[in-house]
């Protein structure tokens, strides 16, 4: 008897809290603000990396860049879109990978080839430390808004023969310029900039 009557209450207390919320709540459609996401370099490349891992366990980085999206980002050392290849030795391959808003959008598998490639261990700095110097002690600046391809500030990973490169590109003086830093180090490695 005593369980019956607590089921009863039970479900008097539920009948009266539903209408108690149904008295409350306007009918109508409703739209959140969701924050814009956006990812660093590290960010994007552990993205690309646990794809890469899904078909060669040895996958390792040849190079990385981040993407326009026409929106004066960067600030932080975030964009929302990148792309990148990796190769995946064991099968002899390399996969090209895009990322979109933050969320891997497309993959593509191709052939391999001969290209020197960035070992994780040469990986230590973010693009969210890096552009903190270049704007500080190089007075970096973003491409404006009325740029014709590029804007905000842009960041890539990339090597050739004797250096690995992390760098930041923007304007300095009016001029496109790219700030570039070893990425295991943070140690600055030089600046290229546009002739006049």
Known sequence: MKTILACFFI??????ISCFAKETIDYGNYEVDLPEKE???????????????????EAILLFMNSVDDETLSGYNGKKGNWQ????????????VFVIEKCKHKSHRIIGSSDELTI???E???DSSQIIKIAVKKYHLQPS???APFSHGYHFRLMRNEN???LGVDGK??????EVLFNPKTGEYLGLTKENK
């Open 11 to 16: 479900l008097i207390l539920m009948g009266s």
């Open 39 to 57: 990812l660093t370099f590290k960010e994007a490349y552990n993205l690309g990396l646990e794809l890469g891992k899904k078909f060669d366990k």
């Open 84 to 95: 990148g290849v990796f190769a995946l030795p064991s099968v002899k391959r390399q996969m």
């Open 119 to 121: 070992p994780l261990l």
């Open 123 to 125: 990986i230590n700095i």
């Open 144 to 146: 404006p808004k009325d």
């Open 163 to 165: 250096y690995i490169f």
């Open 172 to 177: 300095i003086n009016g001029l496109n310029a």
